[in-house]
């Protein structure tokens, strides 16, 4: 089955500095990566995903690149503010073999004021 | 309002004693899922459901059980709880095969002593 991965498992920045955090898949046919927020005590919400047949997406300061040769994908952020703090879980499918998404362990984001 | 709801939100048990947690979402989705979150693990698939009538197992099925008679409806259920189940749960629904979104329901605090 799929393996998703992320590191590192935390990652403090400064507020207006650019975050960028990595996930890594094992399963060469998923072709389906979404980027989870959750903000403490709240429930995990999509902010962007990404399909295999792109490269690359951006929606405002947040933006999802994909390499399928090494099987990695990014999530960056730009411009952090402190409302960026959160956890972030990355997922993989492959949604044609299957409808079970696999989440990596979830990174825990601080931007420091 | 397009919503997942989940009861109850918060739940203290013994251990052996059967307990239900519902899920209910009015969006007319056709995926629904539930996941288990523990920390330093991130969100684990428990079992999932593509249809009515249709569900299958996630990656720590072991000590639960689902069903899906309704469309709206895809309740948790926990013949046996054991102190190992104590968790954060979420339901989760989406549209269907097509992958889009899904949207999380507020989460399930359980303790079972």
């Known amino acids: 089955g799929e393996n998703v991965e992320q590191h590192p498992s935390t990652l403090s920045v400064q507020e207006g500095d650019s975050a960028v955090i990595k996930c890594t898949y094992s399963d060469s046919a998923s072709n389906y990566f979404p980027w989870y927020k959750q903000e403490l005590g709240k429930r995990p919400q999509l902010i962007i995903d990404?399909?295999?047949?792109?490269g690359e997406k951006k929606d405002q300061r947040i933006a999802v690149t994909l390499n399928k040769t090494a099987k990695h994908f990014s999530l960056h952020i730009t411009e952090t503010q402190p409302e960026d703090s959160a956890v972030y879980f990355c997922?993989?499918?492959?949604?044609?073999?299957?409808?079970?998404?696999?989440f990596g362990k979830g990174i825990t984001l601080s931007v420091r004021p | 309002e397009a919503q997942v709801t989940q009861n109850p939100r918060y739940l203290i048990t013994v251990t052996g004693k059967k307990l239900t947690v519902t899920c209910s979402q009015n969006?007319?989705?056709?995926?629904m899922s539930w996941y288990r979150q523990d920390p330093g693990l991130g969100l684990r698939q428990i079992y999932y459901?593509?249809?009515?009538?249709?569900?299958d197992k996630g990656d720590v099925p072991e000590g639960y059980k689902v069903s899906r008679k309704e469309k709206r409806n895809f309740p948790l259920i926990l013949e046996s709880p054991s102190p190992n189940q104590t968790s954060l749960y979420f339901c989760?629904?989406?549209?269907?095969?097509?992958?889009?979104?899904?949207?999380f329901g507020p989460g399930t605090r359980l303790t079972v002593l």
């Open positions: 459901s593509m249809n009515v009538e249709v569900t």
């Open positions: 997922a993989a499918i492959d949604t044609g073999a299957n409808s079970k998404l696999t």
């Open positions: 990404i399909r295999s047949n792109v």
């Open positions: 969006m007319n989705h056709e995926y």
């Open positions: 989760a629904s989406s549209p269907g095969l097509v992958w889009v979104e899904q949207f």
